[in-house]
């Protein structure tokens, strides 16, 4: 449906980044996996950045220019991301049953992720944003 010389531009998510950069911190890693497989549950793709490449080719579009962004941080505004998140995805959690059993009581969480994350001295990752463009061919 788009006329040659259009410009076909997504955005989509990449959890990840957001699961490696975790990886070595128990809490956040099991928090970023809940957030993760509901989503997955729910039927969407939560990685699906990761696959704009092949859908752009299938849709016989010429291959992407991409890019992935990923946004870091460590103070408490950035890390309440994930557990708001969680609170907002807690009746599809309940729902599906995907396990909480490692984040313990949710209403603490936030100040255990913290106290997690300062005692590592480390950076924490939300979902990469992957961002796919090309433009249709002009007619030959």
Do not use: Y
Request: hydrophobic fraction near 45%; proline fraction near 9%; glycine fraction near 6%.
């Amino acid at each position: 449906m788009l006329r040659p010389g259009a410009i076909l531009a997504f955005q989509e998510p990449t959890w990840a980044p957001a699961i490696a950069i975790t990886a070595r911190l128990p809490l956040w890693s099991a928090a970023v996996v809940v957030s993760q497989e509901t989503i997955q549950r729910s039927g969407a793709n939560p990685e699906l950045g990761l696959v704009l490449h092949r859908i752009f080719q299938e849709a016989g579009l010429p291959t992407p220019t991409m890019r992935m962004e990923v946004p870091l941080g460590s103070d408490r505004d950035f890390t309440r991301n994930l557990p708001d998140s969680l609170r907002s995805l807690r009746p599809k959690i309940d729902q599906l049953n995907v396990s909480v059993s490692k984040l313990g009581d949710l209403d603490d969480l936030p100040l255990r992720l913290q106290a997690e994350l300062e005692e590592a001295g480390a950076v924490i990752a939300w979902p990469g944003i992957v961002g796919a463009w090309a433009r249709k061919p002009e007619l030959l």
